[in-house]
């Protein structure tokens, strides 16, 4: 029983990697109806852009403030200078447009920051947390970012007019456009907070994972399986979506015989696409009524 | 009303002639290009030539699914990879000879696509997507799995013996391997047209287009869906069985998520739904690397992403586009003269 208590628990703290990152996706999906594949990039790109302020001899928490801004600025440009002009493209040709993005950032970041595994700092120490070996103070610091964010993401999106408005731009754009909402400016907006968040997920993640162009690769793929189990909808299905993909993923491991850390992830894989089959939108996701 | 139909008539039937003619040429002209092209070169570039046409293949595969029937999938290079290992498997363990394999893959993919495409069949969008995306990422470790290593050869991979030109024919292995592969994409390429063009392609595209007015319209939305799935993995495994031949060489780190990947963007540059546009797409993912690693060696990541966004910012329906504005052009010159 202690060994399934911690095992848990030890799951609850890599879960919490997975939410942050399953938020940004969610952020991004709810203004652009697409699974953004260089989310991660977006986000090890901003990790670094924090990391070099750092070494510049800038505050942890001013740099923090500082990467949020130019990412969310950042997000803002990409959707203008990018996918702006391919909004009446195909959907598929969209997808191809994130490939190039990811393709670029990666290989940008790398020329500048080179491949070697960089020490990133944590603002809450790494001690371990309540006297337990298993979660340190940085991991539940993490667990708390990550609650704080999304109860702030839920008063914007149900207290603010704008988040009304981007709800409003996002469910149906022409009657939106009908009443006055700039759904352009919208869609931009989404972009800029999901950077945003990407890179307040990039930093938390960085003193786990150490900092490099290569980081977000496996991670991206969790908060991808974590924001579908949840309900791409909901980012509180996101949030409960990681945490159970990181319990599941420990559990995993421990209990059934000869999963070694090979086959942790075809494993994690087969139990949402498993899930998705019994309940297609989601465990928190609207169901989408279709007119013929 | 009579002199309207006279008048039109036969406008319309030399403008189908044209249309025709203008598409045979193009049609005739590649091919002989495509016989021709060896014989003027070096045998490295004869083998490049030869992957471009295996990957066509797997591109042409999943136009079938994605464009014929409007499923998507990030999973081709599982399907890919099922294909290579069972005719690696053949070769090397039970002497089979490799013209045999071929079919053998296809049909032993054909089951798993199908088997695939039942759950599939409760997925849409984004949520295929991800399953498909799982298919992908779970193959390489399962390759790995040490219950199947006397098989498999574990993470080692398995050697394939390259075959001779058969009739002691005096052209090269690659040469031989090239035409082998020139006559099996053909094939399949018959075969894709008259698919598309069959009842069940029909089916397949009303489902593309408006699943729910198809079933409405009595179309079996679960056999036609999982059939195009089988179907889709049996050509990519013959692809996976050629390019396994050609190689020479299987490990389960050569079928990543990378490929999958690959084939998508095929799939995009060449156009989603025109088979031709497989041979351009596939031209794109096997060529274009190497032109960025010459322009840039640390940035070859970053000249990709530009020249792919520059692809599709200017043509975002991809070589379709291309070739229907070529025709447009080669039209009015046919008028002018």
Same mark, same amino acid.
Not at chain 2, 122 to 143: D, H
């Given at each position: 029983?202690?060994?399934?208590?911690?095992?848990?628990?030890?799951?609850?703290?890599?879960?919490?990697?997975?939410?942050?990152?399953?938020?940004?996706?969610?952020?991004?999906?709810?203004?652009?109806?697409?699974?953004?594949?260089?989310?991660?990039?977006?986000?090890?790109?901003?990790?670094?852009?924090?990391?070099?302020?750092?070494?510049?001899?800038?505050?942890?928490?001013?740099?923090?403030?500082?990467?949020?801004?130019?990412?969310?600025?950042?997000?803002?440009?990409?959707?203008?200078?990018?996918?702006?002009?391919?909004?009446?493209?195909?959907?598929?040709?969209?997808?191809?447009?994130?490939?190039?993005?990811?393709?670029?950032?990666?290989?940008?970041?790398?020329?500048?920051?080179?491949?070697?595994?960089?020490?990133?700092?944590?603002?809450?120490?790494?001690?371990?947390?309540?006297?337990?070996?298993?979660?340190?103070?940085?991991?539940?610091?993490?667990?708390?970012?990550?609650?704080?964010?999304?109860?702030?993401?839920?008063?914007?999106?149900?207290?603010?007019?704008?988040?009304?408005?981007?709800?409003?731009?996002?469910?149906?754009?022409?009657?939106?456009?009908?009443?006055?909402?700039?759904?352009?400016?919208?869609?931009?907006?989404?972009?800029?907070?999901?950077?945003?968040?990407?890179?307040?997920?990039?930093?938390?993640?960085?003193?786990?994972?150490?900092?490099?162009?290569?980081?977000?690769?496996?991670?991206?793929?969790?908060?991808?399986?974590?924001?579908?189990?949840?309900?791409?909808?909901?980012?509180?299905?996101?949030?409960?979506?990681?945490?159970?993909?990181?319990?599941?993923?420990?559990?995993?491991?421990?209990?059934?015989?000869?999963?070694?850390?090979?086959?942790?992830?075809?494993?994690?894989?087969?139990?949402?696409?498993?899930?998705?089959?019994?309940?297609?939108?989601?465990?928190?996701?609207?169901?989408?009524?279709?007119?013929? | 009303?009579?002199?309207?139909?006279?008048?039109?008539?036969?406008?319309?039937?030399?403008?189908?002639?044209?249309?025709?003619?203008?598409?045979?040429?193009?049609?005739?002209?590649?091919?002989?290009?495509?016989?021709?092209?060896?014989?003027?070169?070096?045998?490295?570039?004869?083998?490049? #030539?030869?992957?471009? &046409?295996? %990957? =066509?293949?797997?591109?042409?595969? !999943? +136009?079938?699914? $994605? *464009?014929?029937?409007?499923?998507?999938?990030?999973?081709?290079?599982?399907?890919?990879?099922?294909?290579?290992?069972?005719?690696?498997?053949?070769?090397?363990?039970?002497?089979?000879?490799?013209?045999?394999?071929?079919?053998?893959?296809?049909?032993?993919?054909?089951?798993?696509?199908?088997?695939?495409?039942?759950?599939?069949?409760?997925?849409?969008?984004?949520?295929?997507?991800?399953?498909?995306?799982?298919?992908?990422?779970?193959?390489?470790?399962?390759?790995?799995?040490?219950?199947?290593?006397?098989?498999?050869?574990?993470?080692?991979?398995?050697?394939?013996?390259?075959?001779?030109?058969?009739?002691?024919?005096?052209?090269?292995?690659?040469?031989?391997?090239?035409?082998?592969?020139? #006559?099996?994409?053909? &094939?399949? %390429? =018959?075969?894709?047209?008259?698919? !598309? +063009?069959?009842? $069940? *392609?029909?089916?397949?595209?009303?489902?593309?287009?408006?699943?729910?007015?198809?079933?409405?319209?009595?179309?079996?939305?679960?056999?036609?869906?999982?059939?195009?799935?089988?179907?889709?993995?049996?050509?990519?495994?013959?692809?996976?069985?050629?390019?396994?031949?050609?190689?020479?060489?299987?490990?389960?780190?050569?079928?990543?998520?990378?490929?999958?990947?690959?084939?998508?963007?095929?799939?995009?540059?060449?156009?989603?739904?025109?088979?031709?546009?497989?041979?351009?797409?596939?031209?794109?993912?096997?060529?274009?690397?190497?032109?960025?690693?010459?322009?840039?060696?640390?940035?070859?990541?970053?000249?990709?992403?530009?020249?792919?966004?520059?692809?599709?910012?200017?043509?975002?329906?991809?070589?379709?586009?291309?070739?229907?504005?070529?025709?447009?052009?080669?039209?009015?010159?046919?008028?002018?003269?």
């Amino acid at each position: 029983m202690e060994l399934f208590v911690n095992q848990v628990l030890a799951g609850i703290a890599t879960g919490a990697i997975y939410a942050c990152m399953a938020l940004a996706v969610v952020m991004i999906y709810q203004a652009i109806d697409h699974l953004n594949f260089a989310q991660g990039e977006m986000a090890m790109f901003s990790t670094f852009i924090a990391w070099q302020l750092i070494q510049w001899g800038v505050p942890y928490w001013i740099a923090f403030v500082l990467t949020l801004a130019i990412s969310f600025a950042g997000g803002i440009i990409i959707e203008r200078l990018l996918f702006k002009p391919l909004a009446h493209a195909p959907i598929l040709t969209h997808v191809a447009g994130f490939i190039a993005l990811f393709a670029i950032i990666n290989s940008v970041a790398g020329l500048t920051w080179d491949f070697t595994i960089k020490q990133f700092p944590s603002p809450f120490g790494s001690r371990p947390f309540l006297g337990s070996q298993l979660i340190s103070t940085h991991q539940a610091g993490m667990i708390g970012v990550t609650l704080v964010l999304l109860l702030m993401l839920y008063g914007f999106f149900r207290f603010t007019r704008i988040g009304l408005a981007m709800r409003a731009a996002a469910s149906l754009p022409e009657s939106a456009r009908l009443v006055g909402i700039n759904v352009g400016w919208m869609i931009a907006l989404g972009w800029g907070m999901a950077s945003a968040i990407g890179a307040i997920a990039g930093m938390l993640i960085a003193p786990v994972v150490f900092l490099e162009p290569n980081m977000m690769g496996g991670i991206l793929l969790y908060g991808f399986a974590s924001a579908v189990l949840g309900g791409l909808s909901s980012p509180f299905g996101a949030v409960i979506g990681g945490f159970l993909v990181g319990i599941f993923e420990n559990l995993v491991g421990t209990y059934i015989p000869g999963v070694g850390n090979e086959l942790k992830l075809p494993i994690a894989l087969a139990l949402i696409v498993t899930v998705l089959v019994v309940k297609p939108n989601g465990l928190f996701g609207r169901t989408v009524v279709q007119r013929v | 009303m009579s002199t309207i139909q006279e008048t039109v008539a036969p406008a319309a039937a030399a403008r189908v002639t044209i249309r025709r003619s203008v598409s045979t040429i193009a049609q005739i002209v590649v091919l002989l290009l495509l016989l021709a092209t060896p014989l003027f070169v070096k045998n490295f570039v004869i083998f490049q #030539l030869t992957m471009w &046409l295996v %990957y =066509a293949i797997a591109i042409m595969a !999943l +136009n079938l699914l $994605t *464009g014929g029937s409007g499923q998507f999938s990030l999973g081709q290079s599982a399907f890919y990879a099922l294909g290579a290992y069972t005719s690696a498997i053949l070769m090397e363990h039970a002497d089979v000879n490799y013209v045999l394999t071929l079919p053998a893959s296809a049909l032993v993919c054909f089951v798993a696509g199908v088997l695939f495409g039942l759950p599939a069949l409760r997925l849409s969008g984004v949520y295929l997507a991800l399953a498909t995306f799982a298919l992908a990422t779970a193959m390489p470790q399962l390759l790995k799995l040490g219950v199947f290593e006397s098989w498999t050869g574990g993470v080692q991979g398995l050697v394939v013996t390259k075959p001779d030109a058969p009739f002691h024919l005096p052209i090269s292995q690659d040469m031989w391997l090239y035409y082998f592969t020139l #006559l099996v994409t053909l &094939l399949i %390429y =018959a075969a894709s047209v008259n698919l !598309l +063009n069959s009842r $069940t *392609g029909r089916a397949m595209m009303a489902i593309r287009d408006n699943e729910i007015a198809a079933s409405a319209l009595g179309v079996n939305l679960p056999l036609y869906k999982t059939l195009a799935f089988g179907i889709s993995a049996a050509f990519t495994g013959i692809a996976g069985a050629l390019g396994a031949i050609v190689v020479q060489f299987v490990a389960p780190d050569g079928y990543t998520i990378q490929l999958a990947i690959a084939i998508f963007l095929g799939m995009v540059v060449g156009g989603v739904g025109w088979l031709p546009g497989s041979l351009a797409g596939s031209a794109f993912i096997v060529f274009v690397p190497n032109v960025a690693e010459n322009i840039s060696k640390g940035l070859s990541g970053a000249v990709f992403g530009a020249l792919l966004i520059v692809v599709i910012f200017v043509v975002p329906h991809g070589a379709r586009q291309v070739a229907l504005y070529g025709e447009a052009l080669a039209k009015k010159f046919l008028k002018n003269n």
